[in-house]
């Protein structure tokens, strides 16, 4: 979906590195969600937000930070890479409470 | 705290069979339910979702799913599956929070 566009889409990168994925959306919600995907554990939610003032972790927020630099943008940082961050990691943003998710392309991170 | 559990982990079957996959979850609250689906190479899409009103909701591609309250279950169904709908699927349920969890997916193999 081009109205969530995620940055790189690919990134292979050295453990204790950091790095930032970059997502930013042209469909005017306010709220905004990180996941990662592995094979076998579906979806996992990293970081989610509300608007730019509101910042919520996810089921596995630990090593991973977030900053909402505007409604349109939700950068995801890894202060220090390790080999188990390797994965994909998808974007999502919605428009409410009720309303369904829509999601970037992804960047597939290795970390080696 | 939420959870989603989906059974299937891998099916495969013969084009025209029929499909249904089974979603569990876990939450005390009000529920929203989605099913998302994952072609190859692409990110998640939107099949079907239950806000409230009628269990038996019908999505695109002609899947359903049913809303069992008392089984906490919202099994997806398809009466004839083609080689097309080879993908993952995803089950996934939100509450008043607005945080969407996922269960693990199903991959779906159709066989020509």
């Known amino acids: 979906d081009a109205d969530v566009t995620q940055t790189p889409r690919n990134r292979i990168t050295k453990t204790g590195k950091r790095i930032m994925l970059e997502c930013s959306q042209t469909?005017?919600?306010?709220?905004m969600y990180w996941y990662r995907q592995d094979p076998g554990l579906g979806l996992r939610l990293i970081y989610y937000?509300?608007?730019?003032?509101?910042?919520n972790k996810g089921e596995i927020s630990d090593g991973y930070s977030v900053s909402r630099q505007a409604q349109a943008k939700f950068s995801l940082s890894l202060e220090s890479a390790i080999p188990n961050q390797t994965a994909l990691y998808f974007c999502?943003?919605?428009?409410?409470?009720?309303?369904?998710?829509?999601f970037g392309n992804g960047t597939r991170l290795t970390v080696t | 705290a939420q959870s989603v559990s989906q059974h299937n982990h891998h099916v495969i079957l013969s084009e025209a069979a029929s499909l249904e996959l089974g979603c569990n979850y876990s939450?005390?609250?009000?529920?929203?339910l989605f099913w998302y689906v994952q072609y190859p190479g692409q990110h998640l899409q939107l099949l079907l979702k239950?806000?409230?009103?009628?269990?038996l909701v019908k999505g695109i591609k002609g899947f359903e799913a049913e809303f069992i309250k008392s089984k906490f279950s919202f099994n997806l169904r398809k009466p004839s599956v083609q080689w097309s709908d080879t993908a993952e699927y995803f089950c996934?349920?939100?509450?008043?929070?607005?945080?969407?969890?996922f269960g693990q997916g199903t991959t779906l193999q159709v066989k020509p």
């Open positions: 239950y806000f409230s009103g009628d269990p």
């Open positions: 937000s509300f608007d730019v003032k509101d910042i």
């Open positions: 939450y005390g609250g009000t529920v929203n």
């Open positions: 469909k005017g919600h306010d709220r």
């Open positions: 996934a349920v939100s509450g008043n929070t607005g945080k969407l969890i």
């Open positions: 999502a943003t919605a428009g409410g409470q009720n309303s369904p998710l829509h």
